[in-house]
């Protein structure tokens, strides 16, 4: 089954994405086929080839899995960010930045 016959709504663009991946990691595969589905224009990162991008997400986030989405919708102050394939995040982040 693919992201878009599992979550077929279009949703809204949001203003700036992030997406900290490694490779051979299907939950950032998935999460990348998700923001292409809906449109959404990211930045990938590899963490394992950039150690200062390792650094954020393991040290200032806290986070241990990849992918890693850092997020800045439009009206909030700080990004909102998570770990893992997480779709549920991706439609209130792009319900948000509407």
């Not at 949703?11 to 449109?39: E, H, N, W």
């Not at 954020?56 to 850092?70: F, I, R």
Request: aromatic share 12%.
């Amino acid at each position: 089954m693919t992201v878009t016959e599992l979550y077929p709504e279009p949703q809204p663009q949001p203003t700036a994405v992030t997406i900290y991946t490694k490779p051979k990691c299907s939950q950032c595969d998935m999460t990348k086929m998700l923001f292409k589905r809906d449109g959404v224009d990211y930045t990938e990162v590899d963490i394992t080839k950039d150690a200062a991008a390792y650094a954020y997400v393991t040290q200032t986030l806290g986070y241990m899995q990849a992918p890693v989405t850092v997020a800045w919708p439009e009206h909030y102050e700080d990004p909102v960010h998570w770990s893992g394939f997480r779709p549920d995040l991706h439609g209130e982040h792009l319900a948000a930045a509407a």
